[in-house]
């Protein structure tokens, strides 16, 4: 390979935040190498639900995703290249008048920051608008229609391309393997394929693995690799519009852009783990959780379930910006689950911090120094 | 002229995967998930040996070297319901 | 009611009870014995459903559950693989993603703008321009997927759990033969097999085979099938037919499996082993040739199927695809059977003198463009295919097995110890290990056997099991 081994900015990790930060940096005239340990979305970035909502049970969350949200309507315009967005819309179904009357109470939050409200939806007007859900033990439900779905490969595709397009070089099956730190500050990656320099700054954007690698610089991040894992049944014609969320058991399942039936539920094998492996257990249980919620689905086909990370942290939030320990070295990491969604707008905001110095309010809440000092981001709200 | 069919779930041709291998993509999980070869019902019990044919061909690559999609469960469809019913194992 | 005695008097051989069902509101009359799928193509419906994009005509392939070329409605349940589901008095089966109708879909207009729902399309943009996304993605919510949402949710039984020592997957010539040895040597074995008959890909065919004859004295592999079934049954196999092994745990011993009581029924098995042989066969490598996914197109199996299990009628000619020696017993067998054949030939993967570039045919295919330095139009009425045998590893690679490509057969294989190990106390056997006719994989599920009672403490196996190693290596090469 005879390209450039010194650049401005070295990314590790090709997942989507890697790659909209590489773009957004590029796009400010930066040279940018990604480096990928496998292939171009091969961490979580092509194993999520690609769901996107701006309705989070904390102010700074729920600002972030709502920036981000609005990127996404418009990515695929930006990009020149169909991302697939539909809003489809988020159902949240509540077994407990408590649940419902705190969700009814959290609108007016949504409503203070400007983010465009769902409506509460009662028992009799979900039996009419779908008719496929079993009503039993169900008290109401809330509607956020602003929020929808996208196609995951392809909104990584995107950024992909852009990247290229804008001269960024990406590695494909390249491991970070030490990140190499002179007096205090990070200079560069160390590789099988040699040493990678950076002038600028080093970007962490490797998921959970980002804390492996910070460590190797002396950092220590909260974040664990939490296994979730997901599954989908052969296509059917689009019935089940927008994501039901069965919120007594933490499960959830929608018809996908193609009309297969993505499901997925919390099961108590979401544990700390390295491994992708797929569990016997976890189908049985998403099953069950959403063939009692959509009974209609006992009769459709399961075709595939797989595994992915959820880089999850202490506060459940992602950390955002330069650590305090070592010079130019930045994150973007932790984002216990939301993190594609979240992609646009941090992408934006990392690229302003690194190449302009201004951070962004927006992003400064997530600052990886939070958890040394204590500043903890509160949920608000906490349903299921 | 009649289309060669190579994923037959997902009606991809034998000319759209020669066009996507010129592109560069060059790995079977990139043209999985840019084609969908595999994904479909049959989940590439017919087509992935066929693209990895192709994409051999097209690339210049030694059969041996092709890394195949990471296979997962099920084996066969099975519905939902059947799942729902199941005995649980214990933890 | 008078219609319907009628139709009996019409369609009925005397004895024979009819069974009534309708495919798209027509009529069908069908026999016992028969599936949704040859019900349909014995009364001329061959095209059952509409392809996902180009809304090509879908029909009967492989005719074993896993291409899913078939699936149709059947009483309000979507995606129903009409190749092993049973005919039911008064089902109603729809075709699926055509209207109005499979025979005539007006969305076959988008097979002659593939620009439109070409992968470029969607994602590049046809028109090209980004305000008519949303738009195109109303169009697209409105063709995505197969068969309608359920309108009806089955009826599934309460799982169970099943203990045994020896869990044998794929009830075909080297599944069987490992089974039927355990269970004779006082293991408690269980054996799950797709189909709902024995035998595997044995069974259905009844020509001579100079191999197994000479190694194991069965005449024909359709022979060796049924007494292979037979020893398994008497030596207190427990058999479980139309049963699915769908995935493989091995850090509990666990294979789950689905029991296939009907299109609508059905229920769940968790079968704990001691030990595992996976012996589930291989899948058929499709025809590489320009439309080649016509109805009237069909796998080796599927075609034999149809003739040896449901009494299919063959009137016309059939061209057969395939330079192997599986393609000239198709044709030997087709011929003994009184079909009149062309081929077999070669298709585009291949490179000889002699090929198949394409198929044609209006509703299903009609014939055949062969070149042979020069092109030639041959009607035909079926084509059947019988060309490569890739593994289905699917099971393995689940678990972890590592894959090893082997030139031989030009697809991956689970890579063993040596010894038919993959993994602590599960082996492979048949065509699944690479094996190729049918005396190897009769022979490699004997030894995957011998290898299982050697763990099991049987010393005595060892020196045997080494013996049949060897003259498992030469079968190898003499066949491949
Ligand atoms: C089942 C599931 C459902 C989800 N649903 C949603 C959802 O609906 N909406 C949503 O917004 N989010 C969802 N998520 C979360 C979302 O997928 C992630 O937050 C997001 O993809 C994170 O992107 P990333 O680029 O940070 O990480 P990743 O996509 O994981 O990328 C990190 C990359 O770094 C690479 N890497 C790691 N170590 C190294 C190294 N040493 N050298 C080089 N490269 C390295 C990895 O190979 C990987 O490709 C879901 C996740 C899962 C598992
Ligand atoms: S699945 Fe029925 S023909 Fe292949």
Not at chain 1, 189 to 204: F, R
Not at chain 2, 66 to 90: C, D, K, Q, S
Not at chain 3, 247 to 265: D, F, I, M, T
Request: contains cysteine; aromatic residues 10%.
């Amino acid at each position: 390979m005879q390209s450039s081994r010194r650049s401005d900015y070295i990314i590790v990790g090709g997942g989507v935040v890697g790659l909209s930060i590489a773009y957004h940096l590029a796009r400010l005239g930066a040279s940018v190498i990604v480096v990928e340990r496998r292939y171009v979305g091969s961490g979580s970035s092509t194993r999520n639900a690609a769901n996107a909502r701006a309705h989070f049970f904390n102010r700074e969350a729920s600002l972030l995703a709502w920036e981000s949200l609005k990127r996404m309507y418009r990515l695929g315009r930006v990009l020149g290249y169909n991302t697939l967005f539909v809003r489809r819309g988020y159902l949240w179904l509540f077994y407990r008048e408590e649940h419902l009357e705190g969700m009814r109470s959290y609108m007016k939050t949504w409503r203070e920051l400007g983010i465009p409200e769902g409506r509460i939806l009662d028992v009799d007007e979900l039996a009419r608008r779908y008719p496929f859900l079993n009503l039993k033990g169900i008290v109401g439900g809330y509607l956020a229609d602003t929020n929808g779905r996208y196609h995951h490969d392809a909104v990584v595709r995107a950024y992909w391309k852009n990247c290229i397009k804008l001269g960024v070089q990406v590695l494909e099956y390249v491991e970070a393997e030490k990140i190499t730190v002179k007096s205090g500050r990070a200079v560069g990656v160390e590789t099988p394929v040699g040493l990678l320099e950076a002038d600028k700054a080093i970007i962490l954007a490797a998921g959970p693995w980002t804390r492996i690698l910070a460590k190797t610089a002396g950092v220590d991040l909260p974040i664990e690799p939490i296994r979730k894992e997901a599954m989908v049944t052969e296509p059917l014609k689009i019935t089940i519009r927008p994501l039901v969320i069965n919120t007594k058991v933490n499960a959830y399942a929608q018809q996908t852009l193609r009309g297969e039936v993505l499901l997925s539920s919390a099961t108590p094998l979401d544990v700390p783990t390295w491994s992708y492996q797929h569990t016997y257990q976890f189908p049985l249980r998403a099953a069950k959780a959403m063939v009692e919620t959509i009974p209609a689905l006992a009769a459709v086909n399961w075709l595939r379930q797989w595994a992915g990370h959820y880089a999850t942290t202490p506060d459940h939030n992602p950390v955002l910006g330069y650590v305090d320990e070592v010079e130019g070295l930045a994150v973007a990491s932790g984002f216990s689950g939301h993190g594609f969604m979240l992609a646009p707008a941090v992408g934006e905001y990392m690229a302003l911090l690194l190449e302009k110095g201004y951070l962004h309010p927006v992003m400064a809440p997530f600052s990886p120094g939070r958890f040394r000092e204590g500043r903890l981001i509160k949920e608000d709200l906490v349903i299921g | 002229m009649g289309k060669v069919i190579v994923c037959f779930c997902e009606d991809v041709t034998l000319e759209e995967v020669r066009r996507a291998v010129k592109e560069g993509y060059r790995d079977l999980e990139h043209l999985k998930r840019l084609l969908g070869i595999g994904t479909g019902p049959c989940q590439g019990k017919q087509c992935l040996v066929t693209v990895a044919k192709i994409l051999a061909e097209e690339a210049g690559f030694d059969p041996s070297e092709i890394r195949l999609p990471t296979f997962r469960p099920p084996a066969r469809p099975v519905p939902l319901g059947v799942l729902a019913h199941a005995e649980l194992e214990e933890e | 009611m008078r219609f319907q005695l009628m139709t009996l008097w019409v369609m009925g051989f005397p004895g024979e009870s009819r069974i009534l069902l309708s495919f798209d509101g027509k009529r069908v009359s069908a026999s016992r014995g028969d599936t949704v799928a040859s019900a349909l193509m014995k009364s001329g419906f061959y095209t059952f459903s509409r392809s996902l994009k180009y809304h090509r005509r879908r029909g009967y392939k492989c005719g074993r559950g896993y291409c899913r070329a078939c699936l149709v409605e059947v009483n309000g349940i979507p995606n129903v693989p009409a190749c092993i589901t049973r005919v039911e008095e008064g089902m109603r089966v729809r075709s699926q993603n055509a209207l109005p109708s499979a025979e005539f879909d007006l969305l076959s207009v988008l097979d002659k703008f593939p620009g439109l729902v070409s992968y470029k399309g969607l994602y590049e943009g046809l028109p090209g321009k980004w305000f008519v996304w949303p738009l195109s993605w109303r169009l697209i919510e409105k063709l995505v997927g197969l068969g309608r949402f359920p309108q009806e949710h089955g009826d599934y039984g309460k799982g169970e759990r099943v203990e045994a020592e020896v869990l044998v997957v794929g009830g075909g010539l080297s599944g069987l033969a490992a089974a039927s040895l355990l269970a004779e040597e006082g293991l408690n074995v269980t054996l799950v097999d797709s189909m709902e008959t024995l035998g595997g890909y044995a069974r259905l065919d009844p020509l001579e085979d100079a191999g197994l004859h000479e190694r194991h004295e069965y005449e024909s592999p359709q022979e060796a099938a049924r007494e292979l079934s037979r020893r398994a049954r008497s030596a207190g196999v427990k058999i479980l037919t139309s049963t699915d092994a769908y995935g493989l745990y091995p850090s509990k011993n666990l294979v789950g499996a689905y029991v296939r009581e009907s299109y609508r029924s059905g229920r769940h098995l968790a079968v704990k082993f001691k030990y595992l042989i996976l012996a589930t066969g291989a899948y058929e490598e499709p025809g590489l040739f320009e439309n080649n996914d016509l109805p009237g197109i069909m796998y080796d199996y599927g075609f034999r199927r149809l003739i040896v299990d449901h009494d299919f009628k063959i009137s016309g000619r059939v061209a057969v695809v395939g330079r192997g020696w599986r393609a000239s017993r198709l044709a030997a067998f087709l011929e003994a059977a009184g079909v009149e054949i062309v081929g077999p030939y070669g298709d585009l993967s291949s490179k000889d003198s002699e090929r198949i570039i394409a198929a044609y045919g209006r509703k299903k295919v009609s014939g055949v463009i062969v070149d042979a330095g020069n092109r030639r139009r041959i009607g035909v009425e079926y084509i059947a295919v019988a060309k490569g045998f890739y593994p289905a590893l699917e099971l393995a690679a689940q678990a972890g097995v590592r894959l090893r490509f082997d030139a031989r057969i030009g697809a991956h294989v689970p890579e063993h110890d040596g010894k038919l190990r993959v993994l602590n106390n599960v082996w492979v056997a048949g065509s699944l290990a690479g094996y190729l006719s049918y005396a190897d994989r009769l022979a490699s599920g004997l030894l995957a056997a011998y290898y299982v009672l050697v763990a099991e403490g049987r010393r005595e196996y060892a020196e045997k099991a080494a013996a049949l190693a060897s003259s498992l290596r030469a079968g190898v090469l003499m066949s491949g």
